[in-house]
């Protein structure tokens, strides 16, 4: 056979996208097709409206790529929206950001392109992921103000092992300025902008008014729900001035208030982790922790140890209002080495 008659085979690899179809997403499809990956978009209905899963199916033909649509409703409400609500009815103050990339968008990303035979999955997410000894690792972004790695430490090996993440490198500002339509979606996706509260008592959640008291147990006023409160707090029905939330007892239905000096916290317990590697979580002398995406969080590093089926961490540069219910994230510089849930403080 002629040279010129042979034909080459060129494999090009693939990667599912969670594609929305919003400007991160969208930069992201440019981004891995432009390096010459075989992009397959994937919409996860959770609560889309049919004029955003237009849109998403709409901005996938334009950008030329395959686009399926997940009918992820179920598992939204059960994994996510009922979870939201029962913690918020103990008292807790939930992430459900964290646990929504956990057990719904990238899990069914993993899911689906196992199912469509597609090697990689990917998201619109600022983050990266190294390998370090053999474990992949989320790793911060490189755009601080846009890193969301903070809300990435839940996922498994597995998931990370398999993931490409083309938004990393870049920074939002930047992306923002090659589209004409610079709005963003903002806050909790299924509150659709209205009040917790609100939404709560609308799915449930009883909003029976309770006694406020001091750390001494000192009557201070009455609330209207203790869903309606959060660590921190220092408005609302019931809040003197000066005082604010500092616990939450939902069997006893009461709001425990106290000044701003009784919010910072030296130990913290946490259950429900997931921990790359426990024997550098142990040993290492330089993890730094967060309590938040945003906002104040301990600079030193902190001593950690067993506790239980979780951890207690304490930290010489106490936490500023700890909140059963939310993330605390394990960092070795940019490295997120594991998480878990806040149980308690002291």
């Excluded at 000192?218 to 019931?238: M, P, S």
């Excluded at 030193?300 to 936490?319: L, Q």
């Amino acid at each position: 056979m002629p040279f010129g008659d042979l034909l080459i085979l060129v494999y090009m690899s693939s990667v599912l996208l969670g594609f929305s179809g919003g400007i991160d997403s969208t930069t992201a499809v440019e981004r891995l097709k432009r390096d010459g990956y075989r992009v397959v978009a994937l919409t996860i209905d959770t609560m889309l409206s049919g004029e955003a899963v237009a849109k998403a199916k709409q901005r996938a033909e334009e950008l030329g790529v395959e686009w399926y649509l997940y009918d992820g409703r179920e598992r939204f409400t059960r994994d996510i929206v009922d979870y939201f609500c029962a913690e918020y009815a103990a008292g807790h103050t939930p992430a459900p950001c964290t646990r929504c990339n956990t057990l719904i968008k990238w899990q069914i990303l993993l899911e689906e392109a196992n199912r469509l035979g597609v090697e990689y999955i990917a998201t619109g997410h600022y983050f990266q992921i190294e390998n370090h000894n053999n474990h992949y690792y989320v790793v911060k972004g490189i755009d601080p103000a846009k890193d969301q790695s903070y809300y990435l430490w839940g996922l498994s090996q597995e998931v990370l092992s398999r993931a490409l993440t083309p938004m990393g490198a870049m920074i939002k500002s930047e992306v923002k300025e090659n589209f004409a339509d610079k709005s963003e979606s903002m806050g909790i996706c299924f509150l659709e902008g209205r009040p917790y509260a609100e939404y709560l008592a609308n799915h449930g959640i009883a909003m029976a008014a309770g006694e406020i008291v001091d750390e001494h147990g000192t009557l201070q006023g009455y609330h209207n729900g203790i869903a309606r409160y959060t660590i921190g707090q220092k408005r609302g029905e019931g809040l003197k001035d000066g005082l604010r939330v500092v616990d939450i007892d939902a069997e006893k239905n009461r709001i425990i208030v106290g000044t701003s000096s009784s919010l910072y916290k030296q130990s913290l317990y946490i259950y429900d982790s997931n921990i790359v590697d426990v024997n550098e979580l142990l040993t290492a002398d330089d993890i730094t922790i967060k309590i938040r995406g945003i906002g104040v969080n301990p600079k030193y590093p902190v001593s950690i140890k067993s506790w239980k089926d979780g951890y207690v961490i304490d930290t010489p540069d106490p936490a500023f209002a700890p909140a059963k219910g939310q993330p605390l994230v394990f960092y070795r510089d940019n490295r997120v080495i594991g998480g878990g849930i806040v149980v308690g403080f002291e």
